[in-house]
């Protein structure tokens, strides 16, 4: 294997390692009500916006010309729902529920500009469906999700898959994710303000805000780096399912983490969602 491989590979393993301690770390510090969903999302923003920046000024690159408000509201959008949803969800189920999400507002994308579905794909796309129903369903296990909280990061998905999407042609993705990063730090802003406002108050304890900045500094800034340049060297096939490991390695580290139980609801959840997305994926690359 040559070394330009391995190193694309090295880089993809960090980066997906990265992505699912997202959730990880968000689970930790709410849970236990280390700091609130509002301080979280911007410490965490504040914090990636900051990473992204030094990355592009060692590269003499200035990020207030890039970027755009519009993809740094969807990025917001994604971040608060995702803050918001872990206040009551599973680390595991709520990074399933975050990629289906995303997968499926990108299938939809697809779809309303006029790609088709060949039947495998309607099939393989049914089965996410079907899964992501069955996992937000109440009261068929323990581990069944709030309705809120699932809706929350349904919406963040959703959120996160209109940022895909708008980011496919803006140009260096590092530096564009840099300035969105930068635009999307006031509106959490304004959300910390009225949460303090409503509240009256605030939950930041000194373990808290440390998860926030290493969920955004680490995790969301270095990590979205990181990846952008394993994406140099990875054929689109590879690029598009190695992101199928994300949920598993979230529920991997919830197990040894956080101590939550992998139900058999889940697993037949995550095999019905996962696999059926891998299908639609894998069949639209072989028709290219």
């Not at 994710?177 to 009225?194: S, Y």
């Not at 900045?213 to 994406?231: E, H, V």
């Not at 199928?244 to 529920?251: E, G, I, Q, W």
Request: charged share 10%; hydrophobic share 55%.
């Amino acid at each position: 294997m040559s070394s330009t491989k391995t190193n694309a590979l090295a880089l993809t393993a960090i980066a997906m390692l990265a992505f699912a301690c997202n959730s990880l770390l968000c689970r930790l510090a709410l849970k236990s009500a280390q700091i609130d969903p509002a301080s979280f999302t911007l410490v965490r923003l504040i914090s990636g916006a900051l990473v992204l920046w030094l990355i592009c000024a060692v590269r003499g690159a200035n990020i207030t010309r890039t970027g755009n408000w519009i993809s740094g509201f969807a990025l917001f959008a994604y971040a608060a729902g995702f803050s918001f949803s872990y206040t009551t969800l599973p680390a595991a189920v709520g990074a399933l529920l975050l990629f289906c999400a995303v997968q499926v507002t990108m299938i939809g994308y697809g779809l309303l500009r006029g790609e088709r579905l060949t039947p495998v794909q309607t099939l393989g796309l049914a089965s996410s469906l079907g899964g992501l129903v069955a996992l937000c369903a109440p009261g068929l296990s323990a581990s069944a999700s709030s309705f809120s909280g699932a809706a929350l990061m349904l919406c963040a998905g959703v959120a996160w898959g209109v940022y895909s999407i708008r980011g496919r042609t803006q140009g260096d993705p590092t530096l564009v994710t840099a300035g969105n990063f930068l635009r999307a730090t006031p509106f959490a802003g304004v959300l910390f303000a009225l949460y303090v406002l409503r509240l009256h108050g605030t939950t930041a304890s000194s373990a808290g805000v440390l998860y926030a900045l290493l969920s955004g500094a680490l995790a969301s800034g270095l990590g979205y780096a990181i990846w952008y340049a394993a994406l140099r060297s990875l054929p689109a096939t590879i690029a598009a399912t190695v992101q199928l490991s994300v949920p598993v390695l979230a529920a991997l580290g919830a197990v040894l983490v956080l101590d939550e139980a992998i139900s058999v609801r889940l697993v037949l959840c995550s095999l019905a969602i996962l696999g059926g997305i891998a299908v639609v994926i894998l069949a639209r690359h072989r028709q290219r």
